[in-house]
């Protein structure tokens, strides 16, 4: 499932709700991808593509859209933000991170790390952006990989 412009937040503490007080009283709630999360700071990624499991969404891909000419640094920054967000959420081990920029896209994977590419300029969004899905579609539906929780 694709959730254009979905509001993602950062993952409770770990043993956060641990003093005995309701889990409501602590002003958490649980997002869907079944995560204790604080409601009171959000990211906003252009798209996020989710497999959609019996108890909760599991990420699969973050794209971030930016216009050609801004910049790359603040652009991928702000991927980086998601992804780190996103990485506390137990992706899929299939996940990327792609950054559309202009007419060329970049891949990160959950770590962070960006996939080379010919002379670090990017891939042609047309020509290889389709490969990308297809391979983590691949990995999901063709059971490489494992499916977490």
Not at 74 to 91: C, M, N, R, T, W
Not at 105 to 112: A, E, I, L, Q, W
Not at 114 to 137: H, I, Q, S
Request: proline share 8%.
């Amino acid at each position: 499932m694709v959730k254009p412009q979905p509001k993602i937040r950062r993952s409770a503490p770990p043993n956060g709700a641990d003093d005995g007080q309701p889990f409501e009283d602590e002003g958490l709630s649980i997002d869907s991808m079944g995560t204790p999360v604080i409601p009171d700071t959000y990211f906003e990624p252009d798209f996020i593509i989710v497999h959609v499991g019996d108890d909760r969404d599991v990420p699969l891909v973050c794209i971030e859209v930016k216009k050609e000419g801004g910049s790359y640094k603040s652009a991928g920054f702000q991927l980086h933000e998601y992804i780190q967000v996103l990485a506390s959420k137990d992706p899929h081990d299939e996940f990327v991170g792609i950054l559309v920029f202009g007419r060329k896209f970049y891949c990160y994977s959950v770590r962070g790390r960006r996939a080379p590419t010919p002379g670090g300029d990017g891939w042609e969004t047309a020509d290889n952006l389709e490969g990308v899905f297809e391979k983590v579609a691949k990995g999901v539906l063709g059971g490489k990989g494992k499916r977490r929780r």
